[in-house]
């Protein structure tokens, strides 16, 4: 088995409708901030055009390519991990994944998911929305920092996902989360760029010993 590769601290998450299709995808991804990691999330294509674009991310992306969802797919373009959303079977489908050597995470929205999460031996766990999301609103209403810093106590490196965007890092590394994750803040270079820069400078100015 091979080396299971570190959790990610920055997470793009895809959305072809955002680039100009399904051929703008390796455009968007070698435009990202080196050592950005990548997860394929297209929930409405089949396993051969996920495949298809997960090969071509394979040779684009700097980080790590995780694949939303399925196995088979992550294994066909050699991915390095696998992510499952809260609507899936995380304990039954980790041991298949983890045997592969391959990064497990999970989407979770509430402490009892956090708990799932735990018991499935993920590797990390995406937390939100944390703030106001086109793509969360059917979460509910935003889950705010507090409940990350409660999730972020917990044995699980959390990413925080929904409304990311520079101007609130620190208040997210302040508050313990491992990471970020987002759709839209990292859709274009130029708010790609000045995320991982805030990332960056949030997290280490604020976890200095």
């Not at 590769?5 to 920055?10: A, D, E, G, K, S």
């Not at 009892?112 to 735990?118: F, I, K, N, T």
């Amino acid at each position: 088995m091979r080396r299971k590769p570190n959790v990610p601290t920055l997470l793009a998450i895809s959305d072809r409708r955002l680039c100009g299709g399904a051929s703008g995808l390796e455009h968007w991804a070698r435009s990202l901030p080196a050592g950005t990691a990548v997860q394929l999330r297209e929930k409405d294509l089949d396993s051969t055009a996920l495949t298809e674009i997960g090969r071509t991310l394979r040779e684009a992306v700097s980080g790590l390519l995780i694949v939303n969802g399925s196995l088979n797919v992550a294994v066909d373009c050699r991915a390095d991990g696998v992510h499952l959303g809260s609507d899936q079977p995380w304990t039954e489908a980790a041991p298949a994944i983890q045997d592969r050597g391959l990064l497990l995470g999970v989407s979770t929205h509430n402490r009892r998911e956090l708990e799932d999460a735990a018991v499935a031996d993920a590797d990390y766990a995406l937390f939100g929305p944390v703030f106001a999301s086109p793509e969360k609103l059917r979460f509910g209403a935003p889950q705010g920092i507090e409940r990350l810093k409660r999730a972020a106590q917990g044995p699980l490196p959390i990413l925080a996902v929904g409304g990311v965007d520079p101007s609130n890092t620190p208040d997210l590394a302040r508050a313990g989360a491992h990471g970020v994750a987002a759709i839209r803040a990292f859709a274009e270079p130029d708010t790609a760029a000045a995320l991982a820069a805030a990332w960056a400078l949030a997290a280490g100015t604020l976890r200095l010993p």
